[in-house]
Every structure is written in structure tokens, then in C-alpha cells.
């Protein structure tokens, strides 16, 4: 069963920036889309970005637009979120997650990530 495993969070400041990690445990098929949801304290679990490994199409939330950048590295089963001009908004548990649809829907996943914590001081 391939398992994912984020990295990379911590504790920023307003206008920092951060890039998180997503190992994959085993190969990223050419029909899998890797996203990267959040959830903060009290709100349900939302989109932030997708990518689909066969033809790198991409997908962002409209509140991290220009400011995130989601990537994936085939070589070495790895997946990234460079996030960008953080905000104390964007304070949240970031999850990586596996599916077969180009989708924003997180019942649309079916392997997911223990979660990595952002925090954004303000």
C-alpha cells in the first residue's frame, strides 16, 4: 500500500515562506493526481493544489493563487507545496493525498498523510 509522508512544516512569520514535502512510499503512477489539502482549527478540509503526473496540469485554490506552487519530482516519488508571502490565513494542518480524479474534493482521495502543521504569526 503506498503510504505518504509530509514534511516541512513550522513556525513563520507574515511574508515568509515555506516548502512542504511529500514522500511517496513507493512510484507515482502516470494516472495518479497529487494534492495538497488543509484544515484549520474548527473548518473543514480544503483544496490548495493539485497535480496530475501524466501531463503536469495543475490546479489552485483561488486563495493561494500567485503564491503557491505545486511540483512533483517522478525520480525520486516526491511532491512539493512552495508556499510563498504566508499569512496567518494559511495557519493550518497541510495534507498530501492520492487520488485517480482531477479533483478538488477530498472524499475524491483514498490515501492521505498523517498532515504536517503550519503556523503563520501575524
Known amino acids: 500500500q503506498v503510504q505518504l509522508t509530509e514534511s516541512g512544516g513550522g513556525l513563520v512569520r507574515t511574508g515568509d515562506s515555506l516548502t512542504l514535502s511529500c514522500a511517496t512510499a513507493g512510484r507515482i503512477y502516470s494516472s495518479w493526481v497529487m494534492s495538497w489539502f488543509r484544515q484549520a482549527p474548527g473548518k473543514e478540509r480544503e483544496f490548495v493544489a493539485l497535480?496530475?503526473?501524466?501531463?503536469?496540469?495543475?490546479k489552485y485554490a483561488d486563495a493561494v493563487v500567485g503564491r503557491f506552487t505545486i511540483s512533483m519530482d517522478s525520480a525520486n516519488n516526491m511532491v512539493y507545496l512552495q508556499m510563498n508571502n504566508l499569512t496567518p490565513d494559511d495557519t493550518a494542518v497541510y495534507y498530501c493525498a492520492r487520488g485517480t480524479q482531477y479533483s478538488t474534493i477530498p472524499s475524491d482521495y483514498n490515501v492521505w498523510g498523517q498532515g504536517t502543521q503550519v503556523t503563520v504569526s501575524s
Open positions: 497535480i496530475r503526473k501524466n501531463t503536469g496540469r495543475t
